[in-house]
């Protein structure tokens, strides 16, 4: 099992351009989540998902869309980048039951710089 | 809604140890712990739900008090190994149920 990936490692964006992170797992879990990292702010939760086709909002929603078409992918979408949303993005999925999750597996992250 | 962890930083000696805290003001499903090396992805430590229930690591300990929304990780014995930034999650319910995490505690453990 390949786990939880993320593509793509490192990404360079100009103000106001947009871009999609990729994420997959092929661990058949239900709950799939986005977390960005800042320095000193700990783990934020962005969007998470409990199946495929259902999404929610995180703590720090605006800015970024996200859908859940399969089990596997769970993309997050930056509408029109600002240097705000410079961070470190992680995916994470787990195992879940009548919406609650456990053991959460994360992605290696993405580390996006926006100028 | 994100949960408060304290200490922010503890040194310590191998072989010495170490309790991390988290704190809440929201109600609790289940507590989890994970820890984060420089430049890596989170791993998961431990999960303590409602009830009494916890699975994890089989080195670490941690409790939950439900009524305080409360947990602790106790961290006996430390070894080098064990330096690294460590996160609680707290499960809330909001719409659904998510993961909320704390800002962290950065744990150095020196020889």
């Known amino acids: 099992n390949a786990g939880v990936t993320q593509t793509p490692k490192f990404q360079v964006l100009k103000t106001g351009q947009s871009m999609t992170l990729q994420c997959a797992q092929d661990?058949?879990?239900?709950?799939m989540s986005w977390y960005r990292q800042d320095p000193g702010m700990g783990l934020r939760l962005i969007h998470y998902?409990?199946?495929?086709?259902?999404?929610d909002q995180g703590e720090v929603p605006n800015g970024y869309n996200v859908s859940r078409s399969t089990t596997e992918d769970f993309p997050l979408r930056l509408l029109s980048a600002a240097p705000s949303q410079t961070s470190v993005y992680f995916c994470?999925?787990?195992?879940?039951?009548?919406?609650?999750?456990?053991?959460?597996?994360f992605g290696p992250g993405t580390r996006l710089t926006v100028t | 809604q994100q949960p408060v962890q304290s200490p922010q930083a503890v040194i310590l000696r191998e072989g010495e140890d170490a309790v991390i805290n988290c704190s809440s003001s929201?109600?609790?499903?289940?507590v989890h712990w994970y820890r984060q090396k420089h430049g890596e992805a989170p791993v998961f430590l431990m999960i303590?739900?409602?009830?009494?229930e916890q699975k994890g690591h089989e080195k670490i300990s941690a409790s939950f008090n439900e009524k305080k929304q409360q947990s602790s990780l106790y961290l006996t014995a430390s070894q080098l190994s064990y330096s690294g930034t460590y996160f609680c999650?707290?499960?809330?319910?909001?719409?659904?149920?998510?993961?909320?995490f704390g800002s962290g505690t950065r744990l150095l453990v020196r020889p």
């Open positions: 994470a999925s787990s195992y879940g039951l009548a919406g609650r999750q456990y053991e959460q597996y």
């Open positions: 998902s409990v199946g495929a086709g259902i999404t």
């Open positions: 929201k109600a609790l499903y289940s």
């Open positions: 303590l739900l409602k009830g009494g």
């Open positions: 999650g707290t499960e809330i319910r909001d719409s659904s149920y998510k993961l909320i």
């Open positions: 661990m058949n879990h239900e709950y």
